[in-house]
């Protein structure tokens, strides 16, 4: 989705604003949403890429307003109610509604700590093939998905060359979207700064974004 | 109506109105995010989604077990032991974890090595992904819009408001964390630091070093912190 989380090369949002010895949670609520939508997603309702989507279906103009874990907390109380955790009328009254049924938490103490340590889902798997290889020249596709996807807009077009491969991942665009895992290769991809920015770039500089194979072309 | 319209509706997810200082959300913190955050945990609690105790664990873990600390270990170890240097650059999470961090998001760690003629910087342009067992979360700045759209565009001029003024011969190599790996930069080792020992190594490097926005400088020599 060409949303305004893609900020890659986005001009103008003015200065960055350095806090010294910033605190990890500015106030308690941000804690508490943090671990809170952690925890809401060890029920396996959704998967790391749709939780990601999840942050990017804000309206553009709301994205850009909220603070970063205003938004976590606009995002949990409508995932609860789109995964159907949690009724609408539930989330308008603050309350369980009579005689529901209570649930045993997902993640409890005794649980967290293996939670925490839980790896994301990746391999080596030979059954997998590369379709490139490293120093091959390649391109990042000229695409427009309207689902999750993780090929920013700025390198769309855009001619690299792979320097690593990086093993076999799951494929965010279908699996955010429980469209399946589509396994495939991800490759370190080098793209030269006046490959993506013109001569404005210095000569020596790079960039370099993890890619899915399905981002890439032969170039 | 949408789920996300009815929640507002009940004011868990409601905007807020107009004349609020936007740019200062993170600090002055509005109290109804307060209230909009406890109406939905004690739903959530009722409920028995989720366990209190689990939420101050996993608060606790990244408050006082993660951070940055973490990360100053590891790039002193790599300073002062050429054979873990190695084992670094070549399989980051196995040498992480012989330090014992081992916490989640750090399993495809990648770390990328500064030298005289090579400065890297890390960002993750579409979210905010972050090495968590090494530099515990990301600080606001990291996550904020105009980091993330200009480090990629602009390195050097990111790295000047930074106070770092790169040489035109140095080759700048920008990290974007578009998939699960996850970057670590390695930095210089400042000159004056042969006699020290491991642990005043560590006290040395900060966050901001081993994000590649600042490079790691003796204390009389000032330097962000």
Not at chain 1, 111 to 127: E, M, N
């Amino acid at each position: 989705m060409n949303g305004a989380h893609d900020m890659g090369g986005q001009q103008d949002m003015g200065p960055v604003e350095y806090e010294k010895d910033e605190p990890v949670f500015h106030a308690p609520w941000e804690g508490r949403i943090y671990a809170l939508r952690r925890a809401m997603r060890a029920w396996g309702k959704w998967n790391l890429d749709a939780d990601r989507h999840e942050i990017e279906l804000l309206p553009p103009a709301d994205y850009l307003r909220m603070s970063y874990y205003e938004r976590w907390v606009d995002r949990l109380a409508a995932q609860v109610v789109k995964y159907g955790l949690v009724s609408r009328e539930e989330i308008e009254s603050g309350k369980a509604a009579p005689g529901s049924t209570k649930s045993n938490p997902a993640l409890t103490l005794a649980t967290s700590a293996r939670w925490l340590s839980r790896g994301i889902p990746s391999s080596q798997d030979p059954k997998v093939r590369p379709r490139f290889k490293v120093r091959q020249r390649v391109r990042a596709r000229n695409i427009n998905p309207t689902g999750h996807t993780r090929l920013p807009r700025y390198v769309r077009g855009k001619a690299g060359v792979i320097v690593r491969d990086h093993g076999v991942y799951l494929f965010p665009d279908s699996n955010a979207h429980s469209q399946g895992e589509k396994r495939q290769h991800v490759y370190s991809v080098r793209f030269a700064a006046t490959e993506l920015w013109g001569e404005v770039a210095s000569p020596r500089d790079s960039v370099h974004l993890d890619l899915w194979d399905d981002y890439l072309e032969r170039a | 109506m949408t789920a996300a319209g009815a929640a507002a509706n009940a004011g868990l997810v409601s905007a807020q109105g107009p004349g609020q200082d936007r740019t200062q959300a993170h600090q002055t913190v509005p109290s109804d995010l307060t209230l909009r955050v406890k109406s939905l945990e004690s739903l959530l609690v009722e409920k028995g989604l989720v366990d209190p105790a689990a939420l101050d664990a996993l608060i606790d873990t990244m408050e006082h077990k993660v951070g940055p600390r973490n990360g100053a270990r590891v790039v002193a170890r790599a300073w002062v032991d050429p054979a873990y240097k190695k084992r670094l650059v070549e399989n980051a999470p196995a040498a992480i974890a012989e330090l014992g961090y081992t916490s989640g998001q750090g399993e495809h760690t990648l770390v990328v090595e500064n030298g005289p003629k090579v400065h890297n910087l890390i960002v993750c342009t579409l979210c905010s992904c972050y090495p968590w067992p090494v530099l515990g979360l990301p600080p606001v700045w990291y996550k904020s819009a105009p980091y993330r759209s200009r480090a990629v565009i602009d390195p050097r001029g990111i790295l000047r408001e930074f106070g770092m003024q790169l040489p035109e011969d140095v080759e700048v190599r920008v990290w974007d964390s578009t998939a699960e790996l996850r970057y670590l930069v390695l930095p210089e080792r400042p000159a004056g630091t042969e006699t020290m020992s491991e642990e005043q190594l560590a006290a040395l490097v900060t966050r901001d070093a081993m994000v590649g926005v600042a490079k790691v400088t003796l204390p009389t020599s000032g330097g962000n912190a």
